[in-house]
């Protein structure tokens, strides 16, 4: 489905050596072997909605992670920043302090490191809504691709 989302924009490439990847598959050793193939001097971003980085620091080696790539995290609609403190573990409020940064520029100026955080339009659409709104009949048109409602029906997903 991911490739049926981005078919017709040459700015996104599917990547799916996380599903040929044998056994456990982290988002380190996915980064580590970006970063190889890259090299040491190409940024690299690791796009994450607000939900995900709070769960950040329960991830394997996920301290690693700001020596491969940079954290971009979008505010999802109810994840607004001023929110998080109350609900992030302290080793993560200590990374985003000492890596913060409100420039996006900041991103292309190093290949790693830094984490920045941006306010998305608020659009409240989850894979939970499009799961649930199909088993109940209801169209999710418009909230995804036509190719991705055309895939999910033809290979009878989500429905009892």
């Given amino acids: 489905m991911a490739k049926l989302a981005c078919a017709g924009n040459p700015h996104f490439v599917v990547d799916d050596r996380e599903l040929r990847r044998p ?3 982290y988002t380190v050793d996915t980064l580590t072997e970006l970063r190889a193939e890259l090299g040491a001097d190409q940024p690299l971003c690791l ?3 607000a939900d995900a980085f709070l769960g950040l620091a329960s991830w394997h080696r996920w301290q690693e992670i700001f020596n491969l790539a940079h954290i971009a995290v979008a505010h999802r609609p109810g994840f607004a920043q001023a929110s998080w403190a109350g609900s992030m ?3 993560l409020q200590q990374a985003l302090a000492a890596r913060q940064t409100v420039d996006p520029s900041a991103l292309a100026k190093a290949p790693a490191g830094q ?3 941006y306010p998305l339009t608020p659009l409240d659409i989850s894979a939970s809504r499009i799961r649930n ?3 109940q009949n209801k169209s ?3 909230l995804v691709p036509d190719a991705i409602l055309n895939y999910i029906s033809q290979n009878k ?3 009892e």
């Fill in 140 to 142: 999710p048109r418009y």
């Fill in 47 to 49: 796009l994450l909605g």
């Fill in 115 to 117: 984490i920045l955080t």
């Fill in 157 to 159: 997903l989500y429905s």
């Fill in 133 to 135: 709104d199909l088993q």
């Fill in 23 to 25: 056994g456990p598959s």
């Fill in 89 to 91: 573990p302290p080793a």
